[in-house]
């Protein structure tokens, strides 16, 4: 199966290339760079996917950041991923391809809702303010997606939506770090620099449900052969989550630092939880992972083997 990937330099981009080989050698994956595809021209993607057919399209590309990185530039965060949905999925369309993966968020979900969230719940209320641009951007595709395979029945167009991700290739040290990543910066680095105290943005009481970007990878490698079996949306998560506070502990606890917290109240926290339901993915063979600790341990190593190689 001849698959184009955008995204390919992303998280989980780098996890599905990283993956594929031994997991899926059934499946090609096409990951050209922004000069050979650039995501925002329409006619572009529908010229290079004329000249490269492909059996589907996993859209994983996306303009992605923090809380303060989305605050900074709603204006971008909107209008750009607008840009790249609409030339991924219309090029797609117009090209003939018949499987498209649209990677969602759960961004998507209101504000302060029902727990946990399922798929019915997206447009049920207001967003969460800090990345409604980015969350809108998201709706959007994936009301599009859902479009498309109604009104061309033989179009499997589908969107999963994943918990909060992090992994080995993470963004470390940036302001486009998400959470995870964040906190095994800033533990390792009080470590290493001999630090006793360790900020955290807000009351830390917030509650985020995250995922090994390895396992939904290996997951969107398995339905990808039977995705017209899938209904529209399908969530995808661990079904449990943990607060914020409870994420930094843990971390330190593995990486062997013995600090104590601090809290600037000032600072934004986001949704206070937004777990979602899974229960829907079971049917179609998701089974969320059980050892957080293990993944955790591997996306330290990573930072910190990032850190001695002075990448």
């Known amino acids: 199966m001849r698959v184009l990937l955008t995204g390919g330099t992303g998280m989980l981009g780098r996890a599905m290339r990283r993956i594929q080989p031994q997991h899926a050698p059934a499946i090609r994956l096409y990951t050209p760079t922004r000069d050979e595809l650039p995501l925002t021209d329409r006619s572009a993607v529908v010229s290079w996917l004329n000249m490269n057919p492909v059996d589907a399209v996993i859209h994983a590309a996306a303009r992605v950041g923090g809380i303060q990185a989305n605050m900074n530039d709603p204006v971008g965060y909107l209008s750009e991923n607008l840009r790249i949905n609409d030339a991924v999925i219309m090029g797609a369309y117009e090209a003939g391809v018949e499987r498209l993966i649209f990677l969602g968020s759960s961004c998507m979900y209101p504000k302060d809702y029902r727990q946990p969230l399922v798929e019915q719940d997206i447009l049920a209320a207001p967003l969460e303010p ?164 293990s993944a955790l341990r591997l996306t330290i190593a990573a930072y910190e083997q990032q850190k001695a190689s002075g990448v």
């Open 130 to 293: 800090t990345n409604e641009g980015y969350a809108l951007s998201k709706i959007a595709a994936a009301r599009l997606c859902d479009y498309v395979s109604r009104q061309y029945p033989t179009r499997a167009f589908r969107t999963l939506v994943p918990c909060n991700l992090f992994g080995i290739e993470d963004h470390f040290c940036s302001i486009a770090s998400h959470l995870i990543a964040a906190i095994v910066t800033k533990v390792i680095d009080a470590r290493d620099d001999g630090h006793s105290e360790v900020e955290i943005w807000g009351s830390g009481n917030a509650r985020r449900e995250f995922l090994f970007v390895d396992d939904f990878a290996r997951f969107i490698m398995d339905i990808l052969p039977r995705l017209e079996t899938l209904p529209d949306l399908l969530n995808i998560g661990m079904d449990r989550d943990h607060s914020v506070t409870e994420y930094y502990r843990m971390i330190a606890q593995i990486a062997g630092w013995q600090g104590r917290f601090t809290h600037d109240l000032t600072r934004p926290e986001g949704m206070m939880a937004k777990l979602m339901s899974s229960s829907r993915a079971r049917e179609y063979g998701w089974a969320p992972p059980k050892d957080l600790a």
